[in-house]
């Protein structure tokens, strides 16, 4: 009855309040209301009734327990669910909701994973089983548009809005999800091919957690052991292109970042990789 009665009242259950604030969120991308919406159906799981009254340090800290020890969720995967709490938990505080606990007290944690890609030979060995005949077709678009991405740097976003109406004349036309510019994009011959293969490519698509769920599953098996999703086809193109000699700059502009230190990080990856090297000359010499 109680929770009836209160399951409305938004200033009194926090996971009514969260999805009400949800609703409003009105210049988010659909990307991102998935995401938050994915957190809030795992938030209602755990309990569909928390009382703002309840959440204070400790509660938090049986609910980081809950999605690592129930959900299986890794640090990452925490630390964003951590981190939308935090964002409704502050709306509701600077509607008048008084909490049990400061916010800028909840370290949320890092929500950015490992730069992950591939090397230049396993992503010829993706490309060639791409190519190959004895692929499924669910799996070949999957990997098609993987592949396409490791080919161009877009965003899964980006990736997710082309259509075959958008390439010609070796070029391809879209607006850039983050940031909402008009570019035309030159096709490099790898792309071009990846999107002939296949008629079905940029015709049939597939959700995100689709891509991401079958590409872990595709790249396990032609041997690439790595923690892969789709947006370290991101991350290849980016590390791949500076390893060719690629500049910087033209990178930044590639990947459409408006600050170049957000694509600074794939000159450190660089220089890490270089770091490496200086062994080299212990294995000559012994």
């Known amino acids: 009855v109680k929770k009836e009665y209160y399951s409305n009242q938004n200033r009194i259950n926090f996971v009514a309040f969260y999805e009400a604030s949800l609703k409003l969120e009105s210049k988010l ?29 400790k509660w938090f800290k049986h609910y980081r327990l809950w999605l690592k020890n129930v959900k299986k969720n890794n640090e990452v995967t925490i630390a964003t669910n ?12 600077k509607s008048g909701i008084k909490l049990n606990v400061d916010i800028n007290d909840i370290v ?16 010829k060995k993706a490309i060639g089983y ?32 082309l259509t075959r109406t958008d390439f010609a004349n070796g070029q391809m036309s879209l607006i850039m999800v983050k940031g909402d510019k008009d570019k035309v994009l030159s096709l490099n011959e790898t792309a071009k091919k990846v999107i002939e293969h296949d008629a079905n490519l940029f015709v049939k698509k597939y959700s995100n957690e689709d891509l ?3 590409i872990k ?19 290849t193109f980016a590390t791949l292109m500076l390893k060719s000699g690629g500049q910087l700059v033209m990178l930044q502009q590639l990947l459409g970042h408006s ?5 600074m990080i794939y000159a450190h990856i660089i220089q890490e990789d270089a770091n490496k090297e200086v062994f080299l000359l212990d294995e000559l010499l012994k």
């Open 259 to 263: 600050n170049i230190k957000n694509t």
């Open 212 to 214: 991401n769920r079958t």
């Open 82 to 93: 951590i981190q939308a709490l935090k964002k409704f938990l502050k709306i509701a505080s």
């Open 130 to 161: 791409y190519f190959s005949d004895y692929i499924n077709e669910h799996n070949r678009l999957v990997l098609g548009y993987f592949v396409f991405g490791c080919m161009t740097g877009l965003r899964i976003s980006n990736i997710q809005k």
């Open 217 to 235: 599953k595709i790249l396990q098996s032609i041997g690439i052991h790595k923690q892969i999703s789709f947006h370290c086809a991101r991350h």
């Open 29 to 57: 991308s659909n990307g991102r209301m998935r995401v938050l919406q994915s957190i809030l159906n795992k938030l209602k799981e755990y309990n569909d009734y928390i009382p703002f009254h309840e959440i204070d340090s």
């Open 108 to 123: 949320a944690g890092k929500t950015t994973g490992n730069r992950n890609f591939l090397t230049s030979e396993e992503l």
